[in-house]
């Protein structure tokens, strides 16, 4: 059985930080790009960041220089260090898998990713 499963959410006050994880379990790790999303309410879900399966990392404008994504092949994990939170960065937060390029990743669309974690939320007060 495919899980992906996040912890680690929480509430924090503007400027603070947060480290997301997710574990992962049923399917190779390694060839899946792993990515964030974010869906804050009223609001359609959005990309965050993804990392391919060498550790390369991309961003949304919007956390760059703030949000690091990180994952460990050997340990099936995914993280999401976000640092300098804003209250705009309040939202429920998901960690998903992608397969489409065997643990390469090229873009950041949410119909691309094919498991989905129950999501961690995160509130930041100002």
């Known amino acids: 059985e495919v899980q992906l499963v996040e912890s680690g959410g929480g509430s924090v006050q503007s400027g603070g930080s947060l480290r997301l994880s997710c574990a992962a379990s049923?399917?190779?790790?390694?060839?899946?790009?792993m990515g964030w999303f974010r869906q804050a309410p009223g609001k359609e879900r959005e990309g965050v960041g993804n990392v391919d399966k060498a550790g390369s990392t991309k961003y949304a404008d919007s956390v760059k220089d703030r949000f690091t994504i990180s994952r460990d092949n050997a340990k099936s994990t995914l993280d999401l260090l976000m640092n300098s939170l804003k209250p705009e960065d309040a939202a429920m937060y998901y960690c998903a898998a992608d397969f489409r390029r065997y643990g390469w990743c090229d873009r950041l669309i949410e119909t691309d990713f094919r498991y989905w974690g129950q999501g961690a939320q995160v509130t930041v007060s100002s």
């Open positions: 049923g399917f190779n790790f390694y060839s899946a790009c």
